[in-house]
């Protein structure tokens, strides 16, 4: 990768709905160049899909709660059955095995407490768990799906990283 793929990037983390028009001239290429680069990128697996990011208020889910979750099994089969159940959860949007005190770190959504406490009541009939912690979201402060693309590393050819 080099410096017009990290624009690229740039581009469409900010709008994956620009045309590969619009994205080659403003990262100084022509336009089938660019989609060759953007196709790459895909196949590569660095663009992992294309999405709709909604506002979660319009659909109904605006409350967030992060619960940090301590097991007493730590196998293979109680993880893999973990994220199974953890899968069937539409309300969780992050899944995260941690280090330190909590071993795993969700993400939920939910339109309220009532509907946290149902998926509560459903999560630990379906697992079994030690011990359950849920902080909720006063105020969300920032929130961005765009990664820093300053940490990329560049190709030779095109030079510092920067």
């Given at each position: 990768?080099?410096?017009?793929?990290?624009?690229?990037?740039?581009?469409?983390?900010e709008?994956?709905?620009?045309?590969?028009?619009?994205?080659?001239?403003?990262?100084?290429?022509?336009?089938?160049?660019?989609?060759?680069?953007?196709?790459?990128?895909?196949?590569?697996?660095?663009?992992?899909?294309?999405?709709?990011?909604?506002?979660?208020?319009?659909?109904?889910?605006?409350?967030?709660?992060?619960?940090?979750?301590?097991?007493?099994?730590?196998?293979?089969?109680?993880?893999?059955?973990?994220?199974?159940?953890?899968?069937?959860?539409?309300?969780?949007?992050?899944?995260?095995?941690?280090?330190?005190?909590?071993?795993?770190?969700?993400?939920v959504?939910?339109?309220?407490?009532?509907?946290?406490?149902?998926?509560?009541?459903?999560?630990?009939?379906?697992?079994e768990?030690?011990?359950?912690?849920?902080?909720?979201?006063?105020?969300?402060?920032?929130?961005?799906?765009?990664?820093?693309?300053?940490?990329?590393?560049?190709?030779?050819?095109?030079?510092?990283?920067?």
């Amino acid at each position: 990768m080099d410096r017009l793929d990290r624009k690229i990037l740039r581009l469409l983390q900010e709008d994956a709905t620009l045309a590969v028009a619009d994205i080659a001239k403003k990262v100084g290429l022509s336009t089938t160049p660019c989609w060759r680069r953007i196709q790459k990128l895909e196949e590569d697996g660095v663009i992992r899909g294309r999405v709709a990011l909604l506002d979660p208020a319009a659909v109904n889910t605006k409350v967030t709660v992060f619960v940090s979750i301590r097991t007493n099994s730590h196998s293979q089969e109680w993880l893999k059955r973990f994220a199974e159940v953890i899968s069937d959860f539409p309300e969780v949007v992050e899944f995260y095995r941690m280090s330190g005190d909590v071993d795993y770190l969700l993400r939920v959504v939910v339109p309220d407490i009532a509907a946290y406490d149902e998926f509560y009541k459903r999560l630990i009939a379906k697992i079994e768990i030690r011990d359950v912690s849920s902080s909720f979201a006063m105020e969300q402060i920032k929130y961005t799906t765009v990664l820093p693309l300053d940490y990329m590393t560049l190709s030779k050819e095109s030079g510092s990283s920067k």
